[in-house]
């Protein structure tokens, strides 16, 4: 007879709103949860965080399937057998005082160490006592008590000995099992996080550049017939701000360290902000207010700025067909803001794009906050916030 199939696999969930999320979606909320504070919670508890959390309507045999699927199931309590500690039944009695010598044996071996005075002293004396043994025979079954207590110590001692073993051993596997989960985990946001931060960096360098060069060469080609002089030494700009940009990719790429001696975080954006204008024919000016001290911040800070520059500056003159922008750096005691304004066209929904996100990720990062404002025909103003302790 043919074994039914069950129901395919279903490649999507719904939310109780009716929206339909995707599996993929779903195994990114898990490896997000398990790689916070519920990191010990098995298949079923984290069906009901999707269900809490995301309002997702999803049954645990899916979470299971999707968790193992992930390999990050959590392993199977054992469940330990216990035994009733009871004393020796089937003893073959064949002279006097052998039954009670066995249970005093397997008694001590099951834990009851209080059995100790009775087998070695109390009984045999009693015995004597009240049959009237010799001190000949006394002694011997005091002898004989101390070897059957002596054979009980060893076998309790090998027994203990065999039981935490086997536990030790049980608990390493455990723990083995869950570093080597962990570490699987923590390499996959690891990569994924490389990837990000390789993402935005190339996207920032690489894409202010070519944008910055397209449209000084879309320049050049209204110059080429009125003023061809002129036009050669825009070409000569453009090709060596093209060579910079190439070198600031490359170090990107190579992540070669920043040297000591690097211009100042104004010096820099400053820089920026003139060939950006001198190259796409913008008026873009800059105002620094409040003194930048030694260390003004991190590494990391001063990136996170130049990106968002850069961005911010493309955006304008790609999207918003700028051609006057503001630029702004303010130190204050305990933080830098950057805020650019332009006369563009603006816009009063704004989708983020990669940029926009990347930018945002990168200052979140820092602990920094990124506002952007635009409304249609007012242009678009976008405020960059960083604490100079961040990075």
């Known amino acids: ?35 916070g504070e519920e990191h010990i919670y098995g298949y079923v508890m984290l069906t009901e965080c999707l269900r809490s959390q995301y309002d997702l309507v999803i049954n645990k045999k899916k979470t299971y399937r999707l968790c193992k699927k992930l390999g990050i199931l959590q392993p199977q309590r054992r469940k330990k057998t216990h035994y009733p500690r009871r004393l020796a039944r089937n003893a073959d009695v064949t002279a006097s005082n052998q039954q009670w010598q066995l249970d005093i044996k397997y008694g001590y071996v099951a834990g009851y160490d209080w059995l100790y005075l009775p087998t070695v002293v109390l009984i045999p004396v009693l015995a004597g006592v009240l049959y009237d043994y010799p001190l000949e025979m006394i002694s011997n079954e005091l002898l004989d008590n101390t070897i059957m207590f002596v054979i009980g110590v060893c076998f309790r001692m ?37 990837r990000n931060r390789i993402a935005g960096e190339l996207h920032d360098t690489v894409g202010h550049t070519f944008t910055s060069t397209i449209l000084g060469m879309e320049a050049v080609c209204l110059l080429m017939d009125k003023a061809p002089e002129q036009a050669k030494e825009q070409l000569k700009q453009l090709a060596e701000y093209a060579r910079v940009g190439f070198e600031d990719a490359r170090r990107h790429i190579h992540q070669i360290a920043v040297q000591e001696d690097e211009p100042s975080l104004a010096e820099r954006l400053s820089r920026i902000s003139d060939e950006f204008g001198e ?21 990391s800070v001063k990136i996170a700025f130049i990106r968002c520059l850069q961005e911010t500056l493309t955006n304008a003159k790609r999207h ?22 332009d006369n563009g066209s603006g816009a009063e929904n704004l989708s983020g794009g990669f940029g926009i996100t990347s930018m945002n990720n990168r200052v979140a990062s820092l602990n920094g906050t990124l506002e952007i404002s635009s409304k249609a025909g007012a242009g678009t103003r976008v405020v960059c916030t960083i604490p100079l302790k961040a990075g």
């Open 158 to 194: 090998m027994i203990s000995a065999h039981l935490k073993m086997k536990e030790m051993m049980r608990t390493i596997q455990h723990q083995n099992h869950t570093l080597e989960m962990y570490a699987g985990q923590i390499e996959k946001l690891t990569i994924t996080e490389e």
């Open 1 to 35: 007879m043919p074994v039914k199939k069950g129901r395919p696999e279903t490649t999507h969930s719904y939310k109780r709103s009716g929206q339909i999320i995707s599996d993929a979606q779903i195994e990114e909320w898990l490896m997000e949860l398990v790689s």
């Open 279 to 299: 190259y796409t024919g913008t008026r873009v000016s800059m105002e620094v207010s409040g003194e930048e001290p030694l260390a003004a911040a991190s590494e």
């Open 320 to 341: 918003g067909h700028a051609t006057e922008i503001r630029v702004q750096l303010a130190f204050r005691p305990e933080s830098v803001a950057l805020t650019v304004t």
